[in-house]
Structure formats: C-alpha cells, structure tokens
C-alpha cells in the first residue's frame, strides 16, 4: 500500500528565512495532497492542498509543489514568522482508488527563531 | 463555525483495563474518523464511520472497538490496554471523504500504567 515518508522530522530557521519541508509517496496514482498545520495545544487544520492536475498552490506565505516524476510533495515557507511555528504533516489520497483514504507523514516540527 | 469536542482530554487506565473515548461534532457531518498518533509517527486510521450506526476498520483496528450511534457522536473503546498504548488519540470529520477536508478535535491523550 501507499507509504508516505516526511523529512525533515524537527527544523529550526530563523524569522524572515526561508523553510522546505518534503514528503516522498509511492503510488505513482495519488491523485489528492494536502498539508495541515497543528500549532501547540490546538487541533489539526488544513493549511493547503494541491490536486495532481494541479500541481501547485500558493497562499498564507506557503508554496505546495507537487513533483509527479519524483513523487515528491514540498511545502515551502518563503519568509518565517513566529505564527508559523508548529507541526506540519502531509497526506495522501489515491481518491476513489484507495477510498479516499489519507496516508500521513510523521510530521515535522518547525520552530521560528527571532 | 462548528466543534469537534473529544472527552476526555487525558485518560489514565491501568493495563488491561477497558477504555472508552468519546468525540461529539456539531458539523452534521457524515464521515468521521479515529485517528492515532504516536510520536514521530503520522496519524494511523483505527475506525471511520460514514453515516450513523456504520463501522469501516481501518490499518489498526485490532485491539479496538467503535461505535456510531448517533450522526453526532463516536466512540472509540480500546478493549484491553496496554502499555505501548500511550498514545493520542485524534477524532475528526469531514463533510465529504473525497474533500480531505477534515475538522479535527484536540486530542485525547491515554496513559497505560
């Protein structure tokens, strides 16, 4: 079945920088990502998703990139803030394929420093 | 705006004993989800629910029961503790699967002494 590998597990940049987080699938046939922040103390939410077809999105200072070839899904964060510390996890859906069920990463937990 | 609300926050059982974990949602959702999350693993799917009173199991079922009485409610019980359990456990639901759009609760930690 689909397994999803997340790197890196912990990062550390400082404000204003920049920050890369990847995830690497293995079904070539994903078709839905999706990235959901979880800041200290509070739920999961969804931060972003892209949709193969689409392979990119932008908003909130993030970029998703989607690399079908690679099978390798980014969240880039152009220019840190302290809002963005938290901990980020990507998921994956082959949609109806896998019944829509979403395959996680381990997560990476992103500290800003001032 | 609507609520995931998972009682109780913390829960701490002795090995073997019988657990139960509730989650109430006032999205009047379909779908919703049990979710484990271990540290430095992603979130494992133990039972997902798509309307009341159905139960799909899900990688890590075993070990564990569910139940869906009402659209609003659903409760996952971990029939015997142990203690690699130490977990959190995570309810969320969504309006339709096929979105990924999930609402997720805060959590409701378990520890096994």
């Known amino acids: 079945g689909e397994q999803v590998e997340q790197r890196p597990p912990h990062l550390s940049v400082r404000e204003g920088d920049s920050a890369v987080i990847t995830c690497t699938y293995t079904?070539?046939?994903?078709?839905?990502f999706f990235w959901y922040k979880q800041e200290p103390g509070a739920s999961l939410q969804l931060l972003m998703k892209v949709f193969s077809s689409t392979e990119i999105n932008e908003g909130q200072g993030f970029t998703v990139l989607l690399n079908k070839k690679d099978t390798r899904l980014s969240l880039n964060l152009t220019a840190a803030h302290p809002g963005d510390s938290a901990a980020y996890f990507c998921?994956?859906?082959?949609?109806?394929?896998?019944?829509?069920?979403?395959?996680w990463g381990s997560g990476t937990k992103l500290i800003i420093k001032p | 705006g609507g609520i995931i609300t998972q009682t109780p926050k913390f829960l701490i059982g002795q090995e073997g004993q019988k657990l139960t974990l509730k989650c109430q949602q006032n999205f009047n959702h379909d779908t919703m989800y049990w979710y484990r999350q271990d540290s430095g693993k992603g979130l494992r799917l133990i039972y997902y629910s798509i309307t009341e009173n159905d139960l799909q199991k899900g990688d890590l079922s075993e070990g564990y029961d569910a139940s869906r009485e009402k659209k609003s409610s659903f409760s996952l019980t971990v029939t015997s503790a142990q203690k690699n359990e130490m977990a959190v456990f995570l309810c969320?639901?969504?309006?339709?699967?096929?979105?990924?759009?999930?609402?997720f609760g805060e959590g409701s930690k378990l520890t096994v002494l």
């Open positions: 998921a994956v859906s082959a949609g109806v394929d896998s019944n829509y069920q979403l395959i």
């Open positions: 079904d070539p046939n994903s078709y839905y």
């Open positions: 969320a639901s969504t309006t339709g699967r096929h979105t990924g759009q999930l609402y």
